[in-house]
């Protein structure tokens, strides 16, 4: 008989403490959605968010969510058998809702639906981007009966470099470029993900990047200089504003460039080292540096050019050197580097003869070997005075300086007419 009621009594136990349990495991490499965001648990393991698109495979649910029956009176929530929150049930337009419930980590919102009682919500409210678990146990109680839902709850570890939407883990190399304001370093934008999560209450000390206004630039013989870093705006191709709200650069745009006003007195065709804190990503109280180094490289542009030269070239025909398809006078052999178009306000020099590029792209000729040269309308002309004199592999070497006297391209030429 003993033993008949204690069979008895632990199956009513059962009966009146139904436990069911639902993992929730939120993914490192996916963004999170946060306040505003409810995430629905169903019986069906397949997380959805209401009026949200693209962020469904953030979090895994396993199990499912346990069914609740109209005559709920009361839900007490429990972390590690103590109660935190316990609330009689009252429907408002249908919806029960149990407010900014802390874990120690991780602040959750709960909604029940009475018209779909399948289904819970949960919204993490705040969270302090820390790897933990939570468990909780959400006790439905009714008159006859208790049911218990296990609600475990595995928060990862923040990553915010799924919110960069450019490459900074490469060195940045870039070339000087003659009679620009700024040196475009590079494009940076963030993902179009919701940054709401990455927030405290401080609504200001989310997800951010920062861009630091100066920094050292180096070089050899000893060169030190401060250089000024600027967050622009790409107004119109090729045409860049500058932002001037260092601490929230996307206030205006969503993408920016970072540019760099380099010193007047660098050297065009050295190199230079530019470090610092350049950018950071911000959030909370942490700041990781993305960028602290930035190698400026010489200006100096190495072209050289092989070109054939046809039966049917004659005399001071002139060769267009930025312009050398095949034609049936002459064409490109081998090249390397690409020819400018468009010198104008610069110098050309072969040896120690140079002329003026004024401003409208024109210079003087120059004679050098059976070899005439001039700019005309930013472009280089060649031609061979006299082909009884012209030798095979006859070469010509110039240079294109700016005001400086600093060669930015400097142009190798060879000849060879066809037998």
Known sequence: ?????????????????????????????????????????????????????????????LGKNLKIDKNLEKITIKKEGKTIREKSVSWDKYTFQMEKIDLNGLIIELKWK?????????????????????????????????????????????????????????????????????????????????????????????????????????????????????????????????????????????????GIELPKDLNYNKSYKISGDILSIAYRSKKNILIDKIVILSGKKEISKVIGITKNYSSQDRIVIGDLEKNDK?????????????YKNLKIRINNIEEVIDVLGNSKIISFENIKIKVENGKVFVTIDDLEKFKQGQEIIYDILNKNN??????????????
């Not at 595995?154 to 470099?161: A, C, K, L, S, V």
């Not at 002459?330 to 468009?342: A, G, Q, T």
């Not at 142009?411 to 037998?419: A, C, G, P, R, S």
């Open 114 to 258: 009475s018209l779909n009682r399948q289904k819970m919500e949960l919204m993490l409210y705040e969270w302090d981007l820390e790897k933990k678990e939570y468990e909780l146990e959400i006790e439905y109680k009714y008159p006859d009966r208790v049911e218990t839902q296990v609600l475990k709850i595995e928060m990862p570890t923040f990553n915010p470099n799924i919110y960069l939407d450019f490459d900074y883990k490469n060195p940045i190399l870039k070339k000087q470029e003659y009679g620009k304001k700024y040196l475009i370093v590079k494009k940076i934008q963030l993902n179009d993900y919701d940054l709401e999560i990455t927030r405290s209450g401080n609504k200001s000390d989310g997800l951010r990047l920062i861009l630091k206004s100066q920094a050292t630039i180096e070089g050899d013989d000893d060169y030190r200089n401060s250089v000024k870093i600027v967050p622009l705006i790409e107004k119109y191709p090729g045409i860049f504003l500058e932002e001037l709200d260092y601490g929230n650069i996307f206030k205006n745009s969503k993408e920016i460039f970072i």
């Open 330 to 342: 002459y064409y490109e052999i081998d090249s390397s580097n690409i020819v400018d178009k468009n």
């Open 406 to 419: 600093e060669i930015i391209d400097k142009v190798n030429l060879k000849f060879y007419m066809e037998n």
């Open 1 to 61: 008989m003993k033993n008949i009621l204690i069979l008895l009594l632990l199956i009513y136990t059962n009966i009146m403490a139904t436990k069911n349990v639902v993992t929730l495991k939120y993914k490192s490499n996916e963004p999170l959605l946060g306040r505003g965001h409810y995430l629905i648990i169903s019986d069906i393991p397949v997380p959805t968010y209401p009026n949200t698109i693209g962020y469904f495979s953030n979090v895994d649910i």
